[in-house]
């Protein structure tokens, strides 16, 4: 019947946009292209050439913006999630509402928003030109890409934290009280435990696109700010060594692979869907 | 908690939200360039706005890739779906692992592997090219509209509508359809949104002087604070709500749309 | 030792508008077990709700002891809760459920042991220390429930239909296990159900709860044997209820006939309200019966027979273990104590 067959053109389509790619990136990855003869050989000349220490630096640091990022969207988002599960039904459907639209605006508007207040004649310098306070260099700099990295990533935080919140039952909440905890007991006993899953969610959801940006190095970093990201960027379009951008490209990956393995171990719900949707 | 406290915290955050995107409406009717001063009210970055060529073309192509893409996915994907739904467990796996991997790598690495493969095969960067991509990335999300619904449909609904007379392709346009349907439109709103949002995919699969918004608010904004950005911000800002508001007044329920 | 532990002054609970509780005093004295009863949406579970400081009264006072706690948070008062779902934390194993209580308390880790030890052995699950709780069957969750409140040591021990997802067998065994775990342990109970054989098993008194108002308070066999209104007598047991005439002190009239009594205190010629228990109507011959009707449909129900008898268009329900053909004339006869009068209004107590 036909509904054997109807996947057939996707299998087809996925095998061929999917799958080859990402065997063309591994492949370039271990080859070289000798820039006399242009002949084209197996090495792996280009992982070695990532260790170096300038690049590790690179890494390192997308690393610790994207890990820096995620603790303070958990910080923020927690609080935030909590107000939320806990606002009257009808006014909870509108503030959820009025906190996903930021989201729905054009992410490079967004960041560039922050380009357009932080930046020299920006409001920020402005209102402290008007207290008589020393004026300063707010973009162009770590602060400014982590500022925006919260600032977008935020949302996908306080979301699933949010949701799952609201499943817990509220049974559960009660019997705690009844043996004897108070608020903060309640909250770090039952609460917190019982929202892991969300915050695993959360976590993948800050930390992935924070650590693979470079749109937000780029706009809010400056012409020199360097993100793994921007490396891949600058390999593929501006240097056109292929090779060594799919080495990069592999790590990346690889990384990601890696996160997602040691969170999945802390993911004790048993929806193991994809929970972007 | 102090209710107090409560409500200045979430109010901190929404502000921290909107302050932003505010500041870009406000500054967008700003004489002057620069958000640091308001050198009076002025509708003229509004007319750059809509004299500037770059930007009408690149509103263009996003709308016509857009379009195109989520209509090319929507089939493909709720075709696959089906199939996929109906396949033993392991090829089913196999293609759900497959279906995930767009949706859980990093746009970048997604971005830079059909550039490759577009570069390896020596194909012309251009309309195509952007659109195999965008259709690529879109295809997943229709995938995982579709399913669940199919997943609800009791097993035996086609064979009970066969029994009773009705051909295949009757049972599937009675029967199921219109029980995947909701699933399908949710796919395919979120597979234009996606598209229309697009920019790192679209960065390294487009060429010849195509571009989308998202590429040409970037070119501009790496040179600096274009005020034109403002202004096109706050359109986009007013469709956005326009829209959210329509499908709002029209559901009553929000579906969840962690986009 | 006969103090009232708990007393509800004009309790009143109001949602939306709705009272849900409409200002009702009662209380329960020490080492008693009290069953509040009555139908879905009477008001019993948001009554219990507001001992426990689940929800706070519209208006009027609950005292412990004598003191007020109608303000007091649920972690601060000395009574714990069974909840009717069990509510057990799933994250946590089964020793750490019941410990979860004596953790707070701050008492040493060798105390917690020994108690949750000795509650696992009262409750029958003995060594189910390190068992999840999902892997429980819902019996044994019941239980592990009643242990987590009980190994607190409250005063008084609130339960919220806590038998309603178990299976009949399951549920009557039970009833016998707690009411003999609260003589056993000498704590005071209060308990909340819809069912009225499990409230006349287990209680020492039962109040009886309509439309968020008190419809009779007393003992299972007071109020078995005495409703004192038409929704008492309806919910508890069969009852035939019939209306009637009060002639005078003793005398009654209903169905056609007038009969002796033994109820007293109405105005002369008063309308008023029969009820007599099925299983009070024993058959006779037709022509030495108080009522004569003929037998229209007869249920085997295992103890006994239910037969309903069409005296003309009135209905009598009998529970017998006679049994009578369907289409038999039959006489009816009762005694004079066993005519239950009752005023036509209901009271509020």
Request: glycine share 8%; charged share 15%.
């Amino acid at each position: 019947m036909f509904r054997k067959h109807s996947a057939f053109p996707y299998v087809l389509w996925s095998a061929v946009f999917i799958i080859i790619p990402l065997l063309l990136v591994a492949g370039y990855s271990v080859t070289t292209k000798d820039s006399q003869t242009g002949e084209v050989l197996l090495s792996l000349e280009n992982y070695q050439k990532f260790f170096d220490p300038l690049y590790i630096k690179v890494l390192w640091r997308s690393v610790r913006l994207a890990g820096q990022a995620t603790i303070i969207c958990l910080a923020l988002g927690y609080p935030m999630a909590m107000i939320l599960a806990n606002m009257p039904v009808k006014k909870q459907r509108t503030a959820a509402l009025l906190f996903i639209l930021p989201m729905w605006m054009n992410f490079l508007l967004r960041t560039y928003a922050w380009m357009s207040i932080l930046g020299k004649n920006g409001i920020v310098n402005r209102v402290l030109e008007f207290l008589h306070l020393p004026q300063g260099h707010f973009l162009y700099n770590e602060g400014a890409v982590l500022l925006g990295m919260v600032y977008n990533f935020l949302p996908f935080m306080v979301l699933p934290i949010y949701t799952v919140l609201t499943k817990i039952d509220v049974s559960l909440i009660e019997a705690a009280e009844d043996l004897g905890a108070n608020a903060a007991t309640v909250l770090r006993y039952i609460i917190v435990p019982l929202s892991v899953p969300g915050i695993i969610s959360g976590i993948t959801m800050v930390f992935m696109p924070a650590v693979s940006t470079f749109v937000i190095s780029a706009l809010l970093g400056g012409g020199q700010f360097m993100l793994v990201g921007n490396l891949v960027e600058q390999q593929f379009l501006l240097v056109n060594n292929w090779h060594f951008g799919s080495a990069i490209s592999m790590i990346l990956m690889v990384l990601i692979l890696i996160s997602m393995a040691v969170l999945n171990r802390y993911d004790t719900s048993s929806e193991k869907e994809v929970n972007m949707i | 908690m102090s209710r107090w406290l409560k409500r200045i915290y979430a109010s901190v955050i929404f502000l921290f939200l909107y302050a932003p995107i505010i500041v870009l409406i406000i500054f967008s009717f700003n004489a002057g360039k620069y958000s640091g001063n308001w050198e009076g009210f002025s509708l003229k970055w509004y007319q750059a706005l809509l004299t500037d060529r770059s930007i009408m073309k690149a509103l263009y192509y996003t709308v016509l890739i857009a379009v195109l893409s989520s209509l090319i996915s929507t089939v493909i994907g709720t075709l696959a779906a089906l199939g996929i739904h109906h396949m033993k467990p392991l090829r089913k796996n196999i293609m759900l692992n497959v279906n995930n991997i767009p949706v859980l790598n990093p746009d970048i690495v997604t971005g830079v592997a059909l550039m490759t493969l577009f570069g390896f095969f020596k194909m012309q960067f251009g309309v195509s090219t952007l659109l195999i991509a965008h259709i690529t990335f879109n295809i997943p999300y229709v995938i995982l509209s579709v399913l669940p619904k199919l997943k609800q449909l009791p097993a035996d609904a086609l064979e009970a509508a066969m029994d009773l007379g009705a051909t295949p392709w009757y049972a599937f346009r009675k029967v199921i359809f219109p029980e995947i349907l909701p699933g399908i439109i949710t796919g395919a709103l979120i597979a234009f949104t996606l598209s229309v949002d697009d920019f790192v995919i679209s960065f390294f699969t487009t060429g010849g002087g195509v571009t989308n918004l998202s590429i040409a608010i970037f070119a501009m904004a790496r040179r600096g604070i274009k005020p034109v950005i403002n202004a096109l911000s706050t359109l986009m800002f007013g469709t956005v709500l326009g829209l959210l508001l329509i499908i709002n007044a029209r559901s009553g329920d929000v579906t969840e749309l962690d986009v | 030792m006969n103090s009232k532990i708990i007393h509800g002054v004009n309790v009143v609970k109001e949602f939306d508008g709705v009272r849900v509780v409409d200002g009702i005093d009662f209380w329960v004295k020490q080492e008693e077990f009290l069953t509040i009863l009555g139908p879905s949406g009477c008001g019993k579970t948001t009554t219990l709700r507001m001992i426990g400081g689940f929800e706070t009264p519209t208006s009027g006072e609950i005292l412990f002891d004598g003191k007020s706690i109608t303000d007091l948070p649920p972690y601060q008062r000395p009574i714990n809760t069974v909840f009717q779902r069990y509510a057990l934390f799933p994250h946590m194993d089964i020793y750490e459920n019941i410990a979860f209580g004596l953790r707070i308390k701050k008492l040493p880790e060798s105390e917690v042991r020994d108690r949750v030890s000795n509650m696992l052995k009262l409750v029958e699950l003995d060594g189910f220390e390190k068992r999840s709780v999902r892997s429980l069957s819902g019996g044994q969750q019941q239980r592990i429930a009643i242990a987590r409140a009980l190994v607190n040591e409250p005063k008084v021990l609130l339960l919220d239909e806590p038998l309603g997802a178990l299976d009949l067998k399951l549920r009557k065994e039970m009833q016998y296990e707690l009411k003999s775990m609260q003589q056993e342990l000498g704590i005071t109970f209060i308990y909340v159900t819809h069912d009225q054989e499990e409230a006349l098993t287990m209680s020492d008194k039962i109040i009886i709860m309509n439309d968020g108002r008190i419809q009779q308070i007393g003992s299972p066999i007071d109020i078995y044997n005495e409703p004192e209104n038409a929704f008492v007598a309806d919910f508890i047991g069969e009852s035939n209820i019939l209306d009637g005439i009060m002639h005078e002190d003793y005398l009654v009239s209903f169905a056609g006939g007038t009969f002796k009594c033994v109820d007293s205190g109405f105005s002369r010629n008063e309308n008023i309200e029969v009820v007599i228990r099925p299983e009070d109507i024993v058959f006779t011959k037709p022509e030495d019966g108080m009522i004569t009707g003929i037998v229209d449909t007869i249920k085997f129900k295992g103890v006994h027979y239910e037969m309903i008898v069409m005296q003309g268009e009135t209905e009598w329900m009998i529970h017998s273990t006679d049994m009578v053909q369907e289409g038999t004339e039959v006489g009816l006869h009762f005694d004079p104590d066993e005519i239950h009068i009752m005023k036509k209004v209901k009271k509020n107590v």
